[in-house]
């Protein structure tokens, strides 16, 4: 087939991104497939247990992606990309199981196994894209372009999504059910196009001596960076349940919760369209502190006035910062650890980060603050935790004579002596 043999010549970077595309709208689908049932179908009252329990749910496939799935990217030749094929595929195989069990027990483990795929197919990306790149000028680029395709895959999906499941619901079928299903479809187009993706790996990966614990803590940059990025992230989570429960508590219109979600992918939209022009001028870390900063000075002018349209902005700068930040924190890991841990590393990442989402959701749902207070409460931890991360940050590289590169030197390329240790149960 001619189209076909077009996709294998093309670059192994394009070939990611016609994959990511299509994974990122079939996970747009199966969102859109369960939405309603946890939050927007009971009362406000009703609904803080439900998105607790969610909450909880979210962090259970970490059980099974930090000390299962990274090794595994790491120890089998070709891991990432079989990893890549695997949860694509797996996930179209859990929304057909879950398109006929919509209304039964067995959604929930359907939709545990679809969580850990999904996270599996998250660590694994963030782990192949250093060997489909040149060099590592070409990092925050390259996942700048993953992440606007993303935003593109899940907007191009949603819009026929939502006249799908209304068209379903007129002719008296489940909207929800058919949804999954055709999600489920989507995914095997996915894992059609992942096989397509070449094996490679960077050069010197095997060359690292691996052992003891705590890698990262050998990697200064990683070790200094990971904790500002997840409270970056625990903004998010913190963000956007507290919206969610100001807005409805104060009467707000749907369509206004709608738009603050519409803000928000917009700012994330942004920070991936930015990244990329920023990181001409500005190193990975300084970008990092700057997204934690202009996310808190947002949420703090908020707080002042609290009008629709300042919701809509600290909405939008949040997600400007959360996508900004975690590509400059991608970029580094991905330019600092070695290749021989780099899947390890990125599903530990992975587990703490959700864990502060979790954690960011959880204290704006138990704890009923109003919007306004939890704006500015917001705004003020990202700001210290921006300045402090930059001042400790120059402090560490005046220290070492190097800000945050690697061991060896200032390349940020482990060399053939470093040794990376790796946490025992890896």
């Excluded at 939050?39 to 930090?66: E, G, H, I, N, Q």
């Excluded at 250093?130 to 390259?142: G, H, I, R």
């Excluded at 009467?251 to 990244?275: H, N, R, Y």
Aim: hydrophobic share 50%; aromatic share 8%.
């Amino acid at each position: 087939m001619e189209w076909l043999s077009r996709l294998r010549g093309r670059p192994p970077l394009q070939r990611l991104m016609a994959t990511h595309v299509v994974s990122t709208g079939a996970d747009a689908l199966v969102a859109l497939s369960l939405a309603g049932s946890i939050f927007f179908s009971v009362s406000v009252a009703d609904a803080r247990p439900r998105v607790l329990l969610y909450l909880l749910l979210t962090m259970a496939p970490f059980a099974v992606v930090s000390p299962v799935i990274g090794p595994a990217l790491d120890r089998a030749r070709g891991g990432r990309r079989i990893m890549l094929v695997f949860c694509t595929a797996g996930r179209g195989v859990m929304c057909v199981l879950m398109s006929r069990h919509m209304d039964g027990l067995l959604l929930f483990p359907e939709a545990f196994t679809l969580l850990v795929l999904q996270k599996g197919y998250a660590v694994a990306k963030g782990a192949v894209v250093p060997s489909y790149v040149d060099d590592e000028s070409q990092l925050v680029t390259a996942n700048s372009r993953l992440s606007i395709l993303a935003v593109v895959g899940g907007a191009v999906a949603l819009i026929p999504g939502l006249g799908f499941v209304a068209l379903t619901d007129t002719l008296g079928y489940s909207g929800s059910a058919s949804l999954a299903l055709v999600a489920g479809l989507v995914f095997f187009v996915a894992a059609f196009l992942a096989v397509q993706l070449p094996n490679r790996q960077t050069s010197g990966g095997p060359a690292h001596e691996v052992h003891g614990e705590h890698e990262d803590a050998r990697m200064p940059s990683i070790d200094h960076a990971w904790w500002a990025m997840a409270v970056l992230r625990g903004s998010v989570g913190f963000l956007a349940f507290l919206l969610a429960f100001a807005l409805r508590g104060d009467g707000q219109p749907s369509w206004f919760l709608g738009l603050v979600v519409i803000a928000s992918a917009a700012g994330g939209f942004l920070g991936a369209l930015t990244a990329p022009l920023v990181r001409r001028v500005l190193r990975e870390e300084i970008m990092l502190g700057s997204a934690l900063i202009v996310s808190g000075v947002a949420c703090a002018v908020a707080a002042v006035g609290f009008l629709q349209i300042h919701v809509a902005l600290a909405a939008t700068a949040v997600g400007w910062g959360a996508s900004f930040g975690r590509l400059a924190f991608d970029s580094l890991v991905q330019r600092d650890a070695p290749e021989s841990v780099r899947g390890r590393v990125f599903a530990r990442f992975e587990t703490r980060f959700q864990l502060a989402w979790v954690l960011g959701g959880f204290l704006s749902t138990a704890i009923a603050i109003g919007g306004r207070v939890g704006l500015t409460l917001l705004g003020v931890a990202l700001g210290i935790v921006g300045v402090a991360y930059l001042v400790t940050g120059r402090r560490d590289a005046t220290d070492d004579g190097v800000l945050h590169r690697g061991s060896n030197g200032g390349s940020g390329k482990a060399g053939p002596t470093d040794s990376y240790d790796v946490d025992a149960e890896d």
